[in-house]
């Protein structure tokens, strides 16, 4: 079988961190954790997608938990308004099950017809289970730039391992690279996002990833201010301000365990000026603007 030809995991890079060891697997050329290894085998292995599937794909910090909020409030959106929704109270990354980690969860909403489509990952194109590629389901993915996705890694990883490493596993461009190619043979398929352009136009972008994922805004709902309402509710000024979000843990029972506020660092574009300064760089012959 395909998976136990390529099942070459790694152990080789480890990690400090504050609470023991943290050990990285390498698999079909990316790393990963070695709950996210595991959990990515048995996605490969047991997952059966639908053609009715959406898939939130993206490289990590590439402001998926945005995504997610707002693909959430946008199917839900017939059952749950702002006072009522799932968001107020849950982690958007605990309201869309990650493929890799809550196969169970995802197993669920197959079952339950009625529940939504939506299953988000971080794995790379070349690791998604086969029968989602050949399932043909729809996959919404996510970009940033790249000076501000190192800083949001950088700071994520500063407060969860509590220093910082200069070697971890960063893989940005062979990610975008593989989602971008099948993009090029799948027409129609894979809606692309940039987070820059999301943030200057939202209702923009937000129209066009519910008519991607088979959610389309009527006039009705355009006039009745539905957009603006789910661009509000999902901002990163309320969203940041929730107080499930300000002092929450996500996967409290794991090993890594993160506090929910570090999904919500400033979400400001950029950003990478104030870490990449002048003075650091002087003397490197490096010139980033
Ligand atoms: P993940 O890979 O761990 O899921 P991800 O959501 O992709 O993280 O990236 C986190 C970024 O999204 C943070 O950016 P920053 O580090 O530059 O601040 C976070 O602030 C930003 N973010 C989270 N929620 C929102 C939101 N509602 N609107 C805009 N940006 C957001």
Redesign the pocket.
Known sequence: MEDDDSFKTCPQHTISRLKGNMTMYKYLGFWNIKSLHEGTILARKSFKAKPSDVLIS?C???????LK?LAFAIVTRDKFDGSTTQLLTTL??ECIPLLEHDLEKVEDNHNNAGLFPLVAT?LPYTSLPESLVASDCKIVYIYRDVK?VI??HY??LHEVVKLFVDDVPFEYWDHIWGYWKASQERLGRILFLKYEDM?EDPTNDVKRLAEFIGYLFSIEEEKAGVVENIIKL???E???NLEVNKSGTHRPEEDVSIENRL??????DG?WENYFTDEKLSGTGLVLK
């Open positions: 993206s990590p910090k590439t402001d998926t938990t945005w909020t958007p990354h971080h501000d800083v949001s700071c994520f943030k999902c901002s990163f309320n969203m940041s999904y919500f660092k400033k979400a400001k950003d």
